[in-house]
DNA sequence: TCTGTCACG
DNA sequence: ACGTACGTGACAGAC
């Protein structure tokens, strides 16, 4: 049983501004959110949105999925994500909420055992890390080498400010252009993230290309090569077929083109994460840990709360030395009681 | 079965 | 003038 927001939003009150979507107009979160300021609907449909929305998909259907042994198993697929990554179903243990505070009381409802804890180890930046690898110098490269805060460091490249005397919202905008980057964003995406003009945006764009003409090459060389071979490769020879790069359709061609671009990055981070969990099992020999999950750039395990920094040393050890980059490969970790807990 | 939406990295 | 960031899986509702 649920409303019909959009004719509610767009016909009866009228409100000016959303998204076309294909059948009509768009009620998702980023519309409603610029919504807000013409009436007080908006906000409540979200907040509406996101109570549903744990509790359809969480609290209501995962208790169904434990198991005589009081555990939750999940299956795991390893060739459905055509980047090489793992996919997690029936249920889906890989998106378990955490970015909102309803959202990790419910990671908050997985508990080790009794005498265990949980131990999360996860890649710091591994997407840009790959990046900088692949790029092989310049101030990405060194950024990383020093050990420096990255998004800190790209804002006081593009606006031209010490590390030191970067804002905050110039470090926001810094970590939204890191993070289209990886993607091949452009700067339509970036002026609607960063919620300023698009041509503004596209100085921002540009003046991340200036400073970093490596990645700039990197992106040229991956769609060039895909081009011809007609897939895309990532650093340990995975291959994923690239159809549609020499598309007529502009719009066709760029989607090809993004997707050579990510796929080697995403794809090199999901095999060095895969050579990790090998590493991981094998320097677990002998130890009472168990591997639990994998979630892309992060392994949960249970460890005997007796055993636990011997374990810490050595799963970030074996995640650390998994590949051999031109930067660093840098491992945080946590430990806690309950999964919501660990950072 | 398809679409829109939204949870995660 | 057009469309507009990568990869997944689950759910509700429409058809």
Redesign the pocket.
Known sequence: ??P?P?QVLYERLGLKGARK???GL????DT?DKLREQHPLPGAV?AW??A???K??YV??LPNWVGADGRIHTHY?QA????G?L??????L???????DE?RRIRDCFVAAPGTVFLSADYSQIELRVLAHHCGEGPLVESFRAGEDIHRRTASEVFGVLPALVSSEQRRAAK?IN???V????A???AN?LRIPRAQAQAYIDGYFARYPQVRAYMDGACARARELGYSETLFGRRRPIPGLDAGN??DRA?AE??AI??PI?GTAADIIKLAMIAVDAALRGSGARLLLQ????LVLEVPEGEVEPVRARVVAAMQGAAALAVPLVVDSGVAPRWGGVH
């Open positions: 049983m649920v019909i959009s979507i294909k059948t768009s009620t998702d979160a409603l979200l949105r996101e549903t929305k744990l359809s998909t209501d259907a697929d459905v994500a055509a980047t990554r996919s997690s179903s029936d249920p889906n890989q998106n378990i909420p955490i970015r909102t959202g939204a993070f289209g980057i993607y091949g964003m452009g339509f995406r970036l993230d502009q719009a989607a993004r997707i990510n796929s995403q979630v892309h750039d992060e």
